[in-house]
């Protein structure tokens, strides 16, 4: 099925494709041709996109749903490392190199995802360079945030862990007022995400909303008190 069947983002830009920076300088033609080449795929919460040892020849565009890329140790425990949104891509690496898969990439809610096989991908890279520096923009924005986690992951402690996140959650820089943010997942994924159990991350928590920190509304609503008091911790 051809992404460019769905009636109301036929003509438009508002398809799978055009969600993604690296195509938004495209001409509406040269943005046709990527999208009579894309083919799109539904996937079920909870399905299984690739793992390990799949082989990686597309380029995959979340187009709608959520996505968690993750792996499992040795020991058999999760370990999330990033959650993609619509307009988010993966297996970008495969344009380069005839690498496998890695880690696991499985929809979190049901998802469509549009697919661009290499050859097709290799080609436009070769008609428009920009795209290339774009995805080596994103590669290099991975790597930060990559970075970043790895030195949370032995450097701080749990305190330090949780108030980090919740400051990377912060857009406002006002302190005048409090400042409501929504964790992007669940609280059991975010525990993944930073190396702590569940249990810890409930307590850590708490604990700022007995510090008048921070106010719990509900499982992912949270209203930053003094974001000065977080920044601190760190």
Not at 12 to 28: A, D, G
Not at 73 to 98: A, V, Y
Not at 202 to 212: A, H, P
Request: charged share 25%.
């Amino acid at each position: 099925m051809n992404c460019n069947h769905f009636p109301a983002e036929r003509d438009s830009y508002k398809t799978c494709v055009s969600r993604v920076p690296i195509f938004n300088h495209l001409s509406p033609e040269e943005m046709q041709k990527i999208v009579q080449s894309a083919r799109t795929r539904t996937y079920s919460k909870g399905e299984i996109i690739f793992q390990p040892g799949d082989l990686a020849e597309k380029l995959l565009i979340i187009h709608k749903g959520r996505v968690k890329i993750y792996r499992i140790s040795e020991l058999g425990k999760e370990q999330l490392l990033r959650i993609l949104e619509p307009g988010d891509f993966m297996g970008d690496l495969s344009l380069f190199t005839n690498e496998v898969a890695a880690n696991f990439a499985e929809a979190m809610v049901n998802t469509e995802i549009c697919a661009i096989h290499r050859s097709d991908m290799q080609e436009l890279l070769v008609t428009h360079p920009n795209i290339s520096l774009k995805i080596l923009e994103e590669l290099g924005r991975r790597l930060n945030e990559a970075e970043k986690t790895i030195e949370m992951l032995s450097l701080q402690d749990a305190e330090k862990r949780v108030a980090s996140y919740l400051n990377e959650l912060v857009k406002e820089e006002t302190r005048d007022k409090p400042i409501n943010i929504v964790l992007p997942m669940s609280k059991k994924d975010l525990s993944s995400l930073i190396g702590i159990s569940q249990e810890t991350l409930s307590r850590r928590l708490s604990t700022f909303q007995d510090r008048g920190w921070i106010s719990l509304n509900g499982q992912r609503n949270i209203t930053i008190l003094n974001i000065d008091a977080l920044r601190d911790t760190l």
